[in-house]
């Protein structure tokens, strides 16, 4: 699987705009970036994902470079109930063997200062 | 629906004992996932269950033995606890087809302390 790569943490104050970014520079072709997040002492909670054009949903948007090694999730106006660790995840469309099952790094922290 | 629970929320056993930790879901997934969680650390996998009826060992399966007792269930076993068990464990489904778009969904984990 491929391996991307994350800040460690980040900080944001509240209301303003959040920009997480991740690297994934040996992606493949018929990888979807996924990003999860983690709120305190809670399971982890699918964000957003996307192949190769932008994408907006009611959490986030997700924008990905033209070409592709990196992504970047950004929220639009932090609220102190999106302090939690972020995951960005490769998922291989194709791969042998593909079972749905999750490779987790460390994952970014968010803080949001009121 | 309630999607994923997992029971008991907390558990405190010590060294040699045995526990299992439940996992339902209601969504009619095919697919469920224990993880492990320790501090500071993302999740690591420990078994999957693609299908009812199938089971395959994940990254750090050594210590523990899974059940995928039908659709909704499956079961995560410690037979001799170890204080390295120590952890936060978290059950997953996922109804997709595994085509890349498809997403899981995770319980509220079990705090598990092993003395």
Same mark, same amino acid.
């Given at each position: 699987?491929?391996?991307?790569? $994350?800040?460690?943490?980040?900080?944001?104050?509240?209301?303003?705009?959040?920009?997480?970014?991740?690297?994934?520079?040996?992606?493949?072709?018929?990888?979807?970036?996924?990003?999860?997040? $983690?709120?305190?002492? $809670?399971?982890?909670?699918?964000v957003i994902?996307? /192949?190769?054009?932008?994408?907006n949903n009611r959490m986030a948007s997700?924008?990905?470079?033209?070409?592709?090694?990196?992504?970047? /999730?950004? /929220?639009h106006?932090?609220?102190?109930?999106?302090?939690?660790?972020?995951?960005?995840?490769?998922?291989?469309?194709?791969?042998?063997?593909?079972?749905?099952? /999750?490779?987790?790094? $460390?994952?970014?922290?968010?803080?949001?200062?009121? | 629906?309630?999607?994923?629970?997992?029971?008991? @929320?907390?558990?405190?056993? @010590?060294?040699?004992?045995?526990?299992?930790?439940?996992? %339902?879901?209601?969504?009619?997934?095919?697919?469920?996932?224990?993880?492990?969680?320790?501090?500071?650390?993302?999740?690591?996998?420990?078994?999957?269950?693609?299908?009812?009826?199938?089971?395959? @060992?994940?990254?750090?399966?050594?210590?523990?033995?899974?059940?995928?007792?039908? @659709?909704?269930?499956?079961?995560?076993?410690?037979?001799? %606890?170890?204080?390295?068990?120590?952890?936060?464990?978290?059950? %997953?489904?996922?109804?997709? %087809?595994?085509?890349?778009?498809?997403?899981?969904?995770?319980?509220?984990?079990?705090?598990?302390?092993?003395?």
């Open positions: 699987d491929a391996k991307t790569t $994350q800040p460690n943490s980040m900080e944001s104050n509240e209301e303003e705009p959040v920009h997480l970014p991740c690297n994934h520079s040996t992606i493949s072709g018929t990888d979807y970036i996924h990003w999860y997040r $983690q709120l305190p002492s $809670q399971g982890p909670e699918y994902h996307g /192949l190769t054009s932008n994408v997700l924008a990905i470079a033209e070409d592709r090694k990196s992504s970047t /999730l950004i /929220l106006r932090a609220t102190l109930r999106d302090a939690a660790v972020y995951y960005c995840i490769l998922r291989d469309a194709h791969g042998s063997g593909n079972t749905g099952k /999750l490779i987790f790094g $460390q994952g970014t922290t968010l803080q949001v200062k009121p | 629906n309630a999607g994923v629970t997992q029971t008991p @929320k907390f558990q405190v056993l @010590k060294t040699g004992q045995s526990m299992t930790l439940q996992c %339902a879901q209601d969504m009619n997934h095919n697919s469920m996932y224990w993880y492990r969680q320790d501090p500071g650390m993302g999740l690591r996998l420990i078994y999957y269950s693609a299908s009812e009826g199938t089971t395959d @060992k994940g990254e750090v399966p050594n210590g523990y033995n899974v059940s995928r007792l039908n @659709k909704r269930e499956f079961s995560l076993r410690l037979e001799s %606890a170890a204080p390295s068990q120590t952890s936060v464990y978290f059950c %997953a489904s996922n109804g997709g %087809a595994f085509r890349g778009t498809d997403t899981q969904y995770f319980g509220p984990g079990t705090r598990l302390t092993v003395l």
